[in-house]
């Protein structure tokens, strides 16, 4: 049996990795490539829907079920599944494979199609697109029973039934596995010459199209790249809790929230991201578990607590640090002593052809 304190370590590290997949996905768009998305509740939401409404039906035709009345005889037909994910690990780890896959391409695909109508307007009219179809992705989602269950919302087949007792360690030890992944990957991404063309696009956009850069295929490129990475978020999530309801995906909570921690943790910086993801996400937990200790001495509700203190900590930052707990590491360029040399050398090339 796990200790409360052990529950409250794994409860905190299992909202953290999802987290922080969503805040490096909106650093690579925001931070790094100037990208004003407002709407990442539409990827998160695409990937967590994908989970709901894909594993369960297939595992169901798979296994001779009533695929077709999946929503209306759900709690039954998930636990017939479940039953057998509890003693078939491969067919688990399979079924977990293809509907992260997928959900990263529907991610992408929501992201394409999200961007589409204001891509080449300005930053301010794409950020209300993106704040729209956030909504309208709810919208289908709550109102269309046969995809998530509605307004009932729908259980998901559970992937680490294997793990018996230790299913919630297992998941939350992959969801880290995941995001320390996702890290390395936009690091590397971001130090690369694409990372340094998001952020001469963002700095300077003539400049780059002066160059011959494609600024709007660039972006759109990487607006996909960052919802299938927020579609991952999403999907984890989703297994995680073992069900999904379109509410849970708000745009408070998978949209403000992740931006909140981003500025927080500084933009264009993945170290401060990761620090200001695991701030907000630390104290939001401390404050929920030590709600009735805390109740006794607060004037209002605690629930309202963690929001007070976030917000004047947000305003904090902006006042007197607005690059962010870790600001953006500055671009390397040659030194003065290595330049001088170089000059020297191409001085000694000129006079020798001359």
């Known amino acids: 049996m796990l200790t409360a304190e052990q ?142 269950g509605g307004t009932i919302g729908v259980s998901v087949p559970d992937v680490f039934a294997w793990a018996g007792e230790m299913r919630f360690p297992a998941i939350t030890f992959f969801m880290l596995f995941m995001a320390v992944l996702v890290f390395l990957y936009v690091e590397r991404l971001t130090n690369s010459p694409l990372g340094r063309l998001l952020r001469a696009i963002r700095d300077n956009e003539e400049a780059a199209l002066a160059l011959g850069k494609d600024i709007t295929k660039i972006r759109m490129r990487t607006i996909m790249l960052a919802s299938a990475i927020a579609a991952l978020g999403g999907a984890l999530y989703a297994f995680y809790a073992g069900s999904v309801i379109a509410t849970a995906y708000h745009r408070v909570g998978w949209t403000f929230w992740p931006w909140v921690m981003v500025i927080l943790g500084g933009a264009a910086n993945n170290f401060g991201v990761i620090l200001g993801t695991f701030a907000f996400v630390a104290v939001r937990k401390l404050i929920i578990y030590n709600k009735a200790a805390l109740a006794p001495y607060i004037p209002f509700d605690v629930v309202w607590l963690d929001m007070l203190i976030l917000g004047l900590a947000l305003l904090i930052i902006l006042l007197y640090k607005p690059e962010g707990l870790i600001p953006e590491k500055p671009t390397r360029t040659l030194d003065a002593g290595r330049l001088q040399r170089l000059r020297e050398r191409l001085e000694k090339v000129g006079v020798e052809e001359a």
């Open 7 to 148: 529950l409250f370590i794994i409860d905190l590290l299992a909202t953290l990795a999802p987290y922080t997949i969503v805040t490096l996905s909106l650093n690579l768009e925001y931070g790094y490539g100037g990208i004003p998305n407002f709407g990442k509740t539409i990827a998160v939401a695409g990937g967590a829907f994908l989970v709901g409404a894909l594993p369960g039906r297939l595992l169901a035709l798979m296994l001779g079920l009533n695929a077709s009345a999946y929503i209306s005889n759900n709690a039954k037909i998930v636990t017939q599944i479940n039953g057998v994910l509890q003693t078939n690990i491969l067919l688990s780890i399979a079924i977990l494979v293809l509907s992260l896959v997928l959900a990263m391409g529907v991610g992408a695909g929501l992201g394409y199609l999200a961007a589409c109508p204001a891509i080449r307007l300005r930053a301010e009219y794409l950020a209300m697109t993106f704040l729209a179809f956030g909504e309208v992705i709810l919208v289908i989602g709550y109102n269309y029973p046969e995809l998530v």
